[in-house]
Each structure stands twice: as structure tokens, then as C-alpha cells.
Nanobody, 126 residues
Framework: QVQLVESGGGSVQTGGSLRLSCAVSGLTYRYICMAWFRQAPGKEREGVAGIDTIGSTTYADFVKGRFTISRDNAKNNLYLQMNSLKPEDTAMYYC????????????????????WGQGTQVTVSA
């Protein structure tokens, strides 16, 4: 059974930092694509950052230069370091995982990911 469990969310002021973690278990794919998505109230879920099996990363424009995604392949853990946080970053953040055709392929698309965590709330106050 595949499980993804996020942690590390919380409340910070503008300019602050948080580090999200996602503990992943039960995945047996050869190539695993992993990503972070977020969803604010009344808005659609959107991709934040993705990372493929060999560590190549993709970022949404609105987090480039502020967020860093990383993974520990030995543990199948996923991380998101978030710096210079803004009020518009306030959302529920979700960890996602899925199989990949190739080691260096990981599109930041919801349809790519069949496995999701329960989410962790990030709130940034002005």
C-alpha cells in the first residue's frame, strides 16, 4: 500500500521560511516522479515543484528562486525548502508521486500523479 505523509507546515510571517517533508512508502516503480502541489481556498490545485529520479527539477514561475525541492532516493523522502514566503503562498501543500517513463522525465501535471498525501497547511501572514 502506497502512503505519503507530509509534515512541516505551519504559520510564518512574510519573509519567513518553512521546510516541508514527505515520507513515502510502498512505491516499487523503477522510475519515480515526485512533486509538490498546493491549493488555496477557492482555487484549483497547482504544481509548485517536481523532481525526477535522477534529481532534475522543475519549478513553477511563482516560486523560482525561493523554493527548493529535493529528495532522498534511499528513503523515498521528498522535501520542499520554502524561503522568502509571501501571503500568496498560503495554501494546503500536497506531496505527490507517480511512475515515470524515463529516469529524467517528470512533468508537473496533476494527471502524472496517482498517489497523494493528505496535505499540510502553510499560512503566511503579512
Amino acid at each position: 500500500q502506497v502512503q505519503l505523509v507530509e509534515s512541516g507546515g505551519g504559520s510564518v510571517q512574510t519573509g519567513g521560511s518553512l521546510r516541508l517533508s514527505c515520507a513515502v512508502s510502498g512505491l516499487t516503480y523503477r522510475y519515480i516522479c515526485m512533486a509538490w502541489f498546493r491549493q488555496a481556498p477557492g482555487k484549483e490545485r497547482e504544481g509548485v515543484a517536481g523532481i525526477d529520479t535522477i534529481g532534475s527539477t522543475t519549478y513553477a514561475d511563482f516560486v523560482k528562486g525561493r523554493f527548493t525541492i529535493s529528495r532522498d532516493n534511499a528513503k523515498n523522502n521528498l522535501y520542499l525548502q520554502m524561503n522568502s514566503l509571501k501571503p500568496e503562498d498560503t495554501a494546503m501543500y500536497y506531496c505527490a508521486a507517480g511512475t515515470s517513463k524515463y529516469a529524467n522525465w517528470c512533468p508537473l501535471s496533476i494527471t502524472q500523479f496517482p498517489h497523494w498525501g493528505q496535505g499540510t497547511q502553510v499560512t503566511v501572514s503579512a
